[in-house]
Structures are given as C-alpha cells and as structure tokens.
C-alpha cells in the first residue's frame, strides 16, 4: 500500500485518540454497523481531501466498513494530525498523504497521489480535489460519477463551477444540510476558533475587545462564544442584512477601520478575501492579535503585513510577531491558516458526528442513484436530514412529540382560518 504520512511509530497514540473521538459519534458509529452489514459502498473507490482529524478518521473507516476503498489527502497543509494519519496506515490499512506542515508542492502532491487511485466518488473540503480534478487530470473525470463538498467556501467554488458549465458531475453539498452548518458552522467554529486562540496565545478573552469579520453561521457561533467568555464583540459585515441581525443579537456593528482602532482580538471567517490589509494593520493597537477562522488563508493580507513590518519573530509556536515602524507589534496566529485546526484539533467529535453521518449517506445516496442525478451541485435530501437528526437526539437520550392526526392535517389544510 502506498502512503505518505510523517511517522508510523505515532501510530498507538492516533488510534487511541481515534477511538476518544468514536466514543463520542454514535450517529456515524451506527451507520458503520449498518454499512458493515449490508455493504452499500462495495467496490466504489472514494477519493477524500479532508483534514486528517480524529473525526474523520472514524469516517474513512465508516466508508471502508461499506465496502468502499478509499485514499485520504489533507484539505489544508496545517491541519493534518500526524498521528492520526500513521494509525490511519498502520491499524486500518487506509493509504494516507499527508504531512502536518507540508509545502505547497507536497499539498498538491498528494491530492494528485489520491487521483492516481482514479476515485468514483469525490470527497472534498475547500474544492481543491475537485478543481485539480477538473483542470490538471481530467483524464481521471471519466469515472467519476459523484462527489461530496464539506464546507461553504468549497460549495461556493463548485456553484462557481456550475454557472460557468465546467462541474462534470454531481456533487452534493453536505454544507447546506441543516444538521451540518446549523451545529458544524456554528458550535464547532464557535467553540474551536476560541479554542485554537487559546491554546496558541493563553490570553483572558473576558473584558478584552473581539473583532469578528463575518456573520455568517462561523461567524455567528465565534461572536456567541466570544461574547459568552466575557469578551466585548464587534462584528464587521457587507451584508446588511447579516449587520442587522448581528446589531438586533445585540453585538456592536462597525466598518473594519473603526474596529481596527479598539480590537484587541481580530478574527476573520468572511470566506473572502484581504479582509484585515495594510490600512487596518497600521491602525491597530500595540499587541493586536489577528487570526484566521475562514477555510483559505487568503483573508488576512499577509503579503502586506511582511512588507511593511520591520522585525519578525516566531514568539511562539502558533504566533508570528511582526513589528512596524511605529514600533507597534502585530501577533499573526497560525500563519492565517484557519486558527482551530491550525492551533487546535478542529470541532470537537460529537459536533463532526452529524457532518459526517452526511458524509457517509450521501456517498451512499449516490450510489442509489448512480446515472440519475444532473451535474450539478445538488442538497442532501431532506429525508438523511430529519434521520440524522432523529439519530442525534436518540443518542443523546431526547424524546419528542410526533404530530397528532388532526394536527398533521391541519398544516395539510388551507380551508381553516380564524
Ligand atoms: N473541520 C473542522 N473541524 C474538523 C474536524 N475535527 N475534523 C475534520 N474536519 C473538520
């Protein structure tokens, strides 16, 4: 078996930790035993880009019990945990190419090592699998007949795709399940970008000032946790819709360069790009830390702030200090790669159980329908939705009422008004 990962000797620890997160995803737990059974992937190999988590470690050996062979590559060059990866190889006979820290070179290396398995079915977290797939090795799209996409910026890519006729087969976006971004997006980010700012600078969040960029579902889940932890949030928008929610949820709403003044905190999770640039840099505080939440690295202009800082030093191991020549110090966190994978070790197993549980019904719903789906970028049916979570809260011992007859008749009816 081909592989690439850093060290097989850290093996035991991965699968230790493996089996920490497995505990804690009895949704996905569950369809492994019934994929175990009755084998609905057999055959199909399955091409994955995603972070090289605990957590989907336990769904690469979901899709494997189904029959499936799959080969994993990191979805981005910081996020992969290297002994999870080396477990992955040596306890699952899973072939893995990733390397916690890998260069750009070595990044596309191995999504193109993961295309050599000619995969059926894609798996991707930002699109950079489905995009190397359709613009550098076309000549694997031949039997792809599927695809899945984890996270919002990846399924704007593939919308982006879609619009201009280039998608060349269907991919469903896992993202837009409401048991995915409404939990994933919004507890997970919330609790993980806090976690991974912690654990790389050990600040008091209580009483300082954070800036959040975005109010999207990340960004909502960072203000309510921010704000929770005792801190003063700002939120920056372009939505006003978005700005109007954040003002009426009670947050302070701002334009970037007057937050730049009075951020002690700065984090970005726009999706967008050069969202914190030189401008805002140059205005803020001494000892302003800024962190990136969203998928790609691409929201805080780093170019600029290596341009105009005169003094750099690694001040930490998540923490790159620039000084300008005002003397001021700017604390960049995880080299503007996303700060809770980077810093920390991603969304906590209970929360990545419904995103996966997606992942995995959605390969199998693609394989139900093989041949019938257009190409394009197509939801999760609202029936793996509701069984997930059905499944979720069975597992967390909640009950809940069924409609009665007459009230499901009712919402049926249009006859009876006052
Ligand atoms: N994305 C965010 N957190 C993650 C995790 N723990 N595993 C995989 N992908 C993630």
Redesign the pocket.
């Known amino acids: 078996m081909k592989y690439d990962c850093k060290d097989l000797g850290q093996a035991p620890i991965g699968k230790d930790r493996i089996l920490w997160a497995d505990d804690r995803m009895p949704v996905l737990r569950s369809i492994r035993e019934r994929f175990q059974k009755e084998k609905p992937l057999g055959g199909i190999r399955i091409g994955a880009c995603?972070?090289v988590?605990t957590?989907?470690a336990n769904l690469m050996r979901t899709l494997k019990a189904g029959g499936a062979e799959t080969a994993l590559c990191a979805s981005n060059p910081l996020s992969t945990q290297d002994d999870v990866a080396a477990s992955l190889v040596a306890d699952f006979s899973i072939p893995v190419f990733a390397q916690h820290g890998e260069d750009h070179k070595t990044y596309y290396q191995h999504i193109n090592a993961v295309l050599d398995y000619e995969p059926q079915i894609t798996m991707d977290?930002g699109a950079d699998l489905v995009s190397t797939l359709h613009s550098s090795r076309a000549e694997v799209l031949e039997n792809v007949f599927g695809g899945t996409e984890e996270t919002t910026t990846g399924v704007i890519r593939l919308r982006s795709m879609q619009k201009e006729g280039v998608l060349k087969y269907p991919i469903i976006a896992v993202n837009d399940a409401q048991t995915k971004h409404m939990f994933d997006n919004r507890y997970?980010t919330g609790q993980?970008t806090i976690d991974g700012i912690l654990r790389a600078c050990n600040i008091l969040l209580a009483g300082t000032t954070v800036v959040v960029a975005g109010y999207g579902w990340c960004g909502r889940g960072v203000a309510n946790r921010a704000k929770g932890m005792g801190a003063n949030v700002v939120i920056l928008e372009v939505d006003p819709i978005k700005a109007l929610e954040a003002v009426m949820d009670g947050f302070r709403v701002m334009p970037s360069m007057d937050a730049a003044e009075i951020g002690d905190v700065f984090i970005t999770l726009t999706g967008n790009i050069a969202v914190i640039r030189q401008e805002h840099f140059e205005r803020m505080k001494d000892g302003a830390i800024v962190a990136n939440s969203g998928h790609f690295n691409v929201e805080i202009d780093i170019e600029a702030l290596e341009k105009i800082a005169v003094k750099k030093k690694k001040i930490r191991t998540d923490v790159d200090q620039y000084t300008l020549p005002s003397g001021k110090r700017i604390n960049l966190l995880g080299e503007g790669r996303l700060i809770?994978?980077a810093a920390a070790?991603?969304?906590p197993a209970s929360v990545?159980d419904m995103s996966f549980a997606n992942q995995a019904l959605a390969c199998e719903y693609l394989v139900g329908n093989h041949g019938s789906l257009k190409q394009e970028v197509i939801s999760v049916p609202d029936r793996i939705d509701r069984e997930i979570a059905n499944l979720k809260l069975t597992a967390m011992n909640y009950k809940i009422d069924l409609l009665t007859d007459q009230q499901a008749r009712y919402l049926a009816s249009w006859d009876q008004g006052t």
Do not use: F, I
């Open positions: 995603l972070h988590t957590e989907t977290d997970g993980s809770n994978l070790e991603g969304h990545m």
